[in-house]
C-alpha cells in the first residue's frame, strides 16, 4: 500500500519537474519582448542603457539554466516572484482570479456529471426509441460545434438581439450583487456544459446498455428484481467506477473549456490570466499557472487511475485470475 | 399430480435475417418432485423452452401456448406479476457461473437481495444467518469468510454453488437448470451434479435439467426428452430412454457416445447438421439425417406414438404399417462421405524409433504484475512419436494449453529443452535457420473457430494462405484448385470457397480449420480442444475426421482434450496433467485400465456413466 502511494507521489513530482523545466525553457526561447508586459509602451521608447538595466533587473539576462536554478530555489520557499504586468506577487494576482475559475469549472463540472448521468440513463432506459433518437441526434450536433462559435452565437442571441443576459465580465460596473454574478455565469456555465455534456452522457448510455446485456442481469431477473431495481442496483453501480475514473480525466479538458469560454466572454478567471500572461511573456505569472494546471490535470489522471486500479473489484479479479 | 403443465407451446424469435421458430407445439407435464431432462443439440430450442417458463425471453420473442403451474397460466403474466414468481416458486440455473453472477457485488449480498426482494421485511439478523445456512447448503466451507467475498475470489465450482444458493434461497417449487455443468471441468461437474442430486431430494424440488450432454442427464434424471428442431421427438423414462430408444435421432445421438464405439475403427455418427430453424418444416424435421426415412417422413409430420404409458416417440417408423428397423444393424454400416485421396499412408523417411517432438523438463513460468511468478508447467518431459496421437488431459489451468504454445513457439522464453525432429526449438538460431521447414510442418487447431479464423477472409482464402505467405505454388496448381482439393479433403464441396467463416456452423469451421492446417503437409498437428464448442454428434463426425486423416497423411497429433471418452477412442498414448506437472503417461488403454494416480482415478470416476443398460 505504501509503496503504491509512495510510486505514484514520486510519479506526480516528477511531472511537475519535467513540465516546469519544459514551460520555462520553451517560454523563454519564444520570439517576444517581456518587458513589454512590465514597462508597456514605454518600451519602445528605451534606451538599450534602460533597457540592458531592466533586464538584469529582472534577471533576465543570465543563461536559461541559472534563471531555472534561481526559480526552483525561490518556489521552493513559496516565492514565485511578481507578476510584470500586475507588479505585485503573481501567487496573489492568482489567487485573486482563482474563485471565478473555480465557480464557472467547479460548479460546470457538477453539473456535466450529473446531466450526464441523468441523460445516458435516460436514454438508456428509452434505448432507440424516439425519446432516445432525438436526445443522441440534439447531443451529437451540439457537442460537434466548437466552443468559441456557440459562444459568440449565445451573446448575439441572448445579448446583443434578446438582451437577456450581459455578454461578458464577472459582474456589471458597480454593481456587486449575487443575482448579478449570477446572471454573468449563465451564458458562459452554458457553453461549459454543452461543450462538454453529451460525450459522457452518451458513454453512459453505452456502458449501461452493455451492462445490461451482461449474463447476471438474468440472474438478477431470475431472482424476481424489477427491471428498475436491475437497473440501479446493478448496472449504474457497476458501471460508477468507470465512470468516476472517466470523470477524473476529464477535469482537465473540462478546465480546457473553461480557459477558452474565459477568454471568449472576458470572464475573470485564470484562463484569461494564462492567455495573457503567455501572450506577453509575464514569465513568473506564466509558471505558476502551468504548474496548477499541470498538476490538475496529473491530479486528474492519477485519482483515474487508483479508481480504477483499486476500487473496482473488477480489476482485482483480473489480477486474480493471472495468478491461478 | 403434475406441477407444471406445458400445452402447445410455441416460440418464434424476430430476427433480421427471418423469424425463427425456436420451440414447435410442445407438450409436456412434470410431477411434482420429478427431475425431468431435455437433451438436444445446440439450437433445438430447449433453452428457449425453458426460459419461456419463466418469462425471460427477449422482447423479440413471442410465446404462445399454455404454461399452467401454481394454479396459474403463466404465459400471459405481466412483469409484474412474473416479478412476484420469479425466484419464489420457479428459480434457474445458468450455464455460465464466471459471468451470472454481479463482480462488483459480494456474494452474500447477492444471496441476501434474493432474500429480501420477496420478504422486504425480513430482519438484517435473520437474514444474514440464511446466507450462511445456504453457503453451508451448497456445500461452502467457512460461510462467514466466504459471503464477504467477491466472485473473482471464487473458482468456477463455488461459482455455480453460489448460484444454486440464490437458486434454492425462497425455497421454490420449480427449479430449471439451464446446462449448469457444461462451462465446468469434469471433476467439478460430477460435484455440482451430487449436489444438485442431494438437495433436489432434500427440498422435493421439481426439476426441470436441460443439457446436451447425454451422460449428465442420464446421472440424474427420472424421465428425460429429446427434442430435435424445436419439438419433443422422444420421452420417456431414463431407462426407457437410456435403454431401449426408438426415435432413429435418440439413437444416434447414444450411439455417437465415444463410449460405444471403443476399439473400432471409426465413430458412429449422425450424417449432416441440425437444421435451420427458419424454415418451415414439411414433414419429419429430422427425415434429412435419417438413415431410415421413409416416403410419409417428408410429407407429414408423424405425431407421438405410444411405445409404453410412459414411453413416447414421434417417428413413423413406430407406425403399425413401417418396415420393422433393428437400428442395431445401424452398427455396420459406417459412412465413408470422404473421398478417398492419392495419399497413401506416408513414411517421412525417418526413423519410427526416432520421436518426432521431444520435451525434456519443461518450465514455463509467467510473471505477474508486482514481481509475482505463476508457474503453468512445471517440469515436464514427453515425446510424441512419429505418426502417433498423444492425447492431453487435465483441468482447465493444469498448463496443457502452455505446452502446446510452447511447443509451437508462441512462448519463447521457456526453461527446458525442446526438439522438434532434432532441430532445438529452444535456441533461437536454430529456430531462425529452420523457420520455413517449422512453419510448414508444425500446424495449430484452437477450439474456438469462430475467433481463430478472420472472419472477414473468404474460406478459399484462408485455406491458401499458408502458400500466399511463402509465395510457394501449391501442388494442385492454382490456389483455388488447391482450396477445393483441400476441403473436399475435410468433407466440404466448393460451394463453400466463397463464403466467409460466419456463414458457417461451428462444425464446419472446425473443419475448414483442419483443411487450413493439414494444406501444408504437416508433419505434427497440434490440435488444442478441438471439439469442446461442438455440439455432440459433430464432436464425432470432427474425431472421425481426425482419425481419417491420420491414417491417410500419418502425421503425429498433440490431442488436447477435457473429454476422456474421446481420448481414450482416438489417442495412442495419453498424458495427464495436474497443476502443471505431469503426474501419470503411458499407453491409453493401460492409463484408463489401471490408473496409478489419484488425480487420474478422481477424474476416471468423475465421467458420469451412461445409462444401465446397453442399447
Known sequence: MIRYYGGKILIFIVSIFVLSFLVFTVSRMAPGDPLVSYYGDRVEKMTPEEREHAENRLGLRDPILTQYQRFLEKSMQGDFGISYKYKRSATEVVLDRLPYTLVLGGVGFVLIFSLALLLGIVCAVHEDRLLDQIICKVGTVTSCIPEFWVSLMLILIFAVELKLLPSSGAHSLRVDTLSDRLLHLILPMTVVVLGHLWYYAYMIRNKILEEIRRDYVLLAKAKGLSKRKILYRHCVRNMIPSYLSLMAISVPHILGGTYIVETVFSFPGIGTLAYESARFHDYNLLMLLSLLSGMVVILGNMVAQIINERIDPRIQAKEAMHER | ?615
Open chain 2, 1 to 615: 399430480m403434475s406441477l407444471i403443465e406445458i400445452k402447445n407451446l410455441n416460440v418464434n424469435y424476430k430476427t433480421t435475417r427471418g423469424e425463427v421458430h425456436a420451440v414447435r407445439g410442445v407438450n409436456l407435464s412434470v410431477a411434482k418432485g420429478e427431475v425431468l431432462a431435455i437433451v438436444g443439440e445446440s439450437g433445438c430450442g430447449k433453452s428457449a423452452l425453458l426460459k419461456s417458463v419463466m418469462g425471460l425471453m427477449p422482447a423479440n420473442a413471442v410465446v404462445t401456448g399454455q404454461v399452467s403451474a401454481f394454479d396459474r397460466e403463466l404465459v400471459s403474466l405481466r412483469e409484474k406479476e412474473w416479478q412476484g414468481i420469479r425466484g419464489k416458486q420457479i428459480s434457474m440455473l445458468f450455464q455460465d457461473p464466471m459471468t451470472t453472477l454481479n463482480p462488483t457485488m459480494t456474494i452474500g449480498s447477492q444471496i441476501a437481495e434474493a432474500l429480501l426482494i420477496h420478504h422486504p421485511k425480513m430482519e438484517k439478523e435473520k437474514v444474514r444467518k440464511r446466507v450462511y445456512e445456504l453457503l453451508s447448503l451448497v456445500g461452502i466451507k467457512e460461510p462467514e469468510v466466504r459471503a464477504k467475498q467477491y466472485p473473482y475470489q471464487f473458482s468456477g465450482g463455488m461459482r455455480q454453488r453460489s448460484v444454486l444458493a440464490i437458486a434454492i434461497a425462497n425455497e421454490p417449487e420449480l427449479l430449471l437448470a439451464d446446462e449448469p455443468t457444461t462451462a465446468l471441468d469434469v471433476t467439478v461437474q460430477a460435484q455440482i451434479l451430487g449436489l444438485l442430486q442431494e438437495i433436489q431430494k432434500k427440498l422435493n424440488m421439481t426439476t426441470i435439467l436441460v443439457s446436451h450432454d447425454l451422460r449428465v442427464v442420464s446421472s440424474i434424471a427420472d424421465r428425460v426428452a429429446v427434442m430435435y428442431a424445436g419439438k419433443i421427438v422422444e420421452i420417456g423414462t431414463r431407462d426407457e430412454i437410456f435403454g431401449d430408444p426408438k426415435h432413429p435421432y435418440t439413437w444416434g445421438l447414444l450411439r455417437s457416445l465415444p463410449e460405444y464405439s471403443q476399439g473400432k475403427e471409426m465413430l458412429f455418427t449422425i450424417p449432416g447438421m441440425p437444421p435451420d430453424l427458419r424454415q418451415d418444416f414439411v414433414g419429419d424435421a429430422f427425415a434429412p439425417r435419417n438413415r431410415y426415412a421413409l416416403q410419409i417422413d417428408y410429407e407429414e409430420e408423424p405425431p407421438l406414438f405410444a411405445v409404453s404409458d410412459t414411453h413416447k416417440a414421434a417417428t413413423w417408423l413406430l407406425d403399425e404399417r413401417a418396415p420393422r428397423v433393428d437400428f442395431s444393424a445401424m452398427d455396420m454400416v459406417h459412412e465413408v462421405s470422404m473421398e478417398e485421396h492419392e495419399h497413401a499412408p506416408r513414411n517421412h523417411g525417418e526413423d519410427p524409433e526416432k520421436p518426432l517432438v521431444s520435451i525434456n523438463h519443461l518450465t514455463k513460468d509467467f510473471e505477474l504484475p508486482g514481481k509475482k511468478k505463476m508457474t503453468a508447467v512445471k517440469d515436464v518431459s514427453f515425446s510424441i512419436m512419429p505418426g502417433e496421437i498423444f492425447g492431453l488431459v487435465g483441468e482447465s489451468g493444469s498448463g496443457k494449453s502452455t505446452v502446446a504454445r510452447c511447443i509451437m513457439n508462441a512462448y519463447t522464453d521457456f526453461e527446458g529443452e525442446i526438439f522438434y525432429d532434432e532441430i532445438p526449438l529452444h535456441d533461437r538460431m536454430a529456430r531462425r535457420r529452420e523457420r520455413r521447414r517449422l512453419s510448414t510442418e508444425r500446424q495449430m487447431i484452437f477450439q474456438d473457430s469462430a475467433s481463430s479464423l478472420n472472419g472477414r477472409m473468404k474460406i478459399s482464402d484462408i485455406v491458401t494462405e499458408p502458400f500466399r505467405i511463402r509465395h510457394e505454388k501449391p501442388k494442385r496448381g492454382s490456389l483455388k484448385k488447391e482450396a477445393a482439393y483441400q476441403l473436399s479433403y475435410v468433407g466440404m464441396d466448393e460451394g463453400y470457397l466463397n463464403k466467409h467463416p460466419g456463414e458457417l456452423s461451428g462444425g464446419q469451421r472446425q473443419r475448414v480449420a483442419i483443411a487450413r492446417a493439414v494444406a501444408t503437409d504437416p508433419k505434427l498437428l497440434i490440435a488444442d480442444e478441438p471439439i469442446a464448442a461442438l455440439d455432440v454428434s459433430i464432436q464425432a463426425q470432427i474425431i472421425n475426421l481426425f482419425k481419417h486423416l491420420q491414417e491417410e497423411h500419418g502425421f503425429s497429433i498433440l490431442f488436447i482434450a477435457h473429454d476422456l471418452a474421446m481420448v481414450r477412442f482416438l489417442c495412442d498414448r495419453v498424458g495427464v496433467m495436474v497443476d502443471g506437472e505431469m503426474v501419470e503417461m503411458g499407453e491409453t488403454e493401460e492409463i484408463f485400465a489401471n490408473p496409478r494416480h489419484a488425480y487420474t482415478k478422481e477424474l476416471l470416476a468423475a465421467i458420469p456413466k451412461i445409462g444401465k443398460e446397453r442399447p
